[in-house]
């Protein structure tokens, strides 16, 4: 049973920040690459940015230098920091993890509840 827990989302102005966590079950965290991915209504479920076992990242063109992916091993948690928030990154957030060619893919086939993130003034 995949179990992932997504939270840290809110109602945030542009140019404001978040810090999404993502609580992952031991059994998909601790061999894997993570990933977050974003949703907006209306549009396909993207990959924003992933990070390997190893602490490798990378980022989607759309967030790179303002958001920034890490993980916390004794924790089997992922964070997303996301600074310099703009309306366009309003979406539902979710994380998954695997093989780093399932995280590029964003082949899952179960998902956790996701966050809502909404930016606006």
């Known amino acids: 049973q995949v179990q992932l827990v997504e939270s840290g989302g809110g109602l945030v102005q542009p140019g404001g920040s978040l810090r999404l966590s993502c609580a992952a079950s031991g ?63 309003t979406a539902v957030y979710y994380c998954n993890g695997g093989p780093l060619y399932t995280v590029l893919r964003g082949d899952f086939g179960s998902w956790g509840q996701g966050t809502q993130v909404t930016v606006s003034s």
Do not use: C, H
Not at 52 to 72: E, L, P, Q
């Open 27 to 89: 059994s998909i965290f601790s061999s894997n690459a993570m990933g977050w991915y974003r949703q907006a209504p209306g549009k396909q479920r993207e990959l924003v940015a992933s990070i390997t076992r190893i602490g490798n990242t990378n980022y989607a063109d759309s967030v790179k230098g303002r958001f920034a992916i890490s993980r916390d091993s004794a924790k089997n948690t992922v964070f997303l920091q996301m600074s310099s928030l703009k309306p366009e990154d």
